[in-house]
């Protein structure tokens, strides 16, 4: 990040702590639980939104040339990687009668073959062969290749949109500040450490709304993190329909001992940004943590976590340095998937037809009118 921005949101900070304040909205707003509870909404958001969007699925890294993974997400993708580099995504759907192609998670490209009447595919997606061909003669041969959907390559990241559409654009999909800041930190070279596959049993939102908001953290984290975040202290920005939070850490005011040119914003807080419309990026001192959210259902979250290092750990004190700081956030983690399981438990309750997010829960309104935002452009059932 340009040190002329880290400088001004640090002083931002400084002057907000100073009168004891958080940034945030003008006024509090509400949101209607059925948000989290009702089946059809749920339904448009995965469909309307999550199917039409670019969503991180895997690292560059986790698929060398030449090689296949699999991923079941909202749908079945198969990725494969040609010699020469290019990747290419597909649903991992046999055009046959349906049934899922490819059951390995991972491995080097082959024919791949249905396991129920032997359709062949090239790992281009092209179909290779019908065993006893003549019973489908007369149907067109370029309907039956595997379906491909859109993908693209950014920061390190495989992005796919889980329905065929047209190209993706990241450039414009993640705009000029995203882009900026992303570089700055050479988020392309960063390698993957203990990547994480979790399922808790809480609407997609919820997992979103608790990285959103650092309010919680003096209660919800009292006993693991709070120690080093300035309570409810935070920067909240705008960026298209992604977000920029800064968590300012205890720490703030050593800032004052020191020359501008020395201000490492990395060291007095963490950058949170939402990548609409579900993946969370954490920048910390000296790593960093994605997180997608997926959702399996409406009340099924399904978490990739992939933790990003400068380098792999070169000796054993690093290795236990990093699996000790994955422990701490993967701590804090469950404590908000179990805020979330009892806000879920909670909301169903009816005490309330809303609930409130306070002026510095502001992320929060952001996340939720994007989503009203993307619904309402498009009809019900559209
Ligand atoms: S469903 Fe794949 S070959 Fe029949
Ligand atoms: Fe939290």
Redesign the pocket.
């Known amino acids: 990040m340009h040190h002329a921005t880290q400088v001004q949101l640090l002083k931002k900070a400084l002057a907000l702590a100073d009168q004891g304040l958080s940034d945030g909205a003008e006024t509090a707003s509400a949101l209607p639980v059925s948000r989290y509870l009702d089946e059809p909404r749920y339904l448009r958001e995965r469909d309307q939104v999550l199917f039409k969007e670019p969503l991180l699925v895997a690292r560059s890294t986790e698929i060398a040339a030449g090689h296949f993974l699999t991923r079941d997400l909202l749908a079945p993708l198969l990725l494969s990687r040609d010699a020469s580099g290019r990747l290419r995504a597909f649903l991992n759907v046999?055009?046959?009668?349906?049934?899922q192609?490819v059951s390995e998670a991972s491995g080097p490209n082959r024919v791949f073959v249905?396991?129920?009447?032997?359709?062949s595919y090239n790992p281009d997606g092209q179909l290779r062969g019908?065993p006893h061909a003549y019973g489908f003669a007369d149907i067109e041969r370029a309907c039956l290749n595997l379906t491909e959907v859109p993908l693209a390559e950014r920061f390190g990241a495989v992005w796919v949109r889980h329905s065929p559409g047209p190209a993706l654009d990241l450039e414009r999909f993640f705009g000029e500040q995203i882009i900026a800041d992303f570089d700055s930190f050479a988020v392309e070279s960063h390698v993957l450490f203990d990547p994480q596959d979790i399922r808790r049993p809480v609407n997609w939102k919820l997992t979103i709304d608790t990285f959103l908001e650092n309010y919680h953290v003096a209660k919800a984290h009292q006993a693991t993190i709070d120690h080093l975040f300035w309570p409810n202290l935070g920067l909240f920005e705008r960026h298209g329909r992604h977000i920029r939070n800064f968590y300012v850490k205890r720490n703030l005011r050593e800032l004052r001992e020191l020359p501008e040119s020395q201000w490492n914003l990395r060291r007095h807080g963490n950058l949170l940004y939402f990548i609409w419309p579900n993946t969370l990026v954490l920048v910390e001192p000296d790593h960093l943590d994605f997180s997608t959210v997926f959702p399996e259902g409406p009340l099924a979250t399904r978490v990739l976590g992939h933790t990003l290092l400068e380098q792999a750990p070169a000796s054993d004190k690093a290795l236990r340095y990093f699996q000790r700081n994955n422990q701490i956030l993967y701590g804090a983690l469950e404590e908000d998937f179990a805020m979330a399981a009892r806000v879920q438990a909670g909301i169903r309750a009816g005490a309330s037809p809303q609930l409130w997010h306070g002026r510095y829960e502001v992320a929060l309104r952001w996340f939720h009118q994007e989503l009203d935002a993307a619904l309402e452009d498009l009809p019900e059932g559209g």
Not at 114 to 119: K, L, V
């Open positions: 046999c055009k046959h009668r349906g049934t192609l249905c396991p129920y009447h032997g359709w019908i």
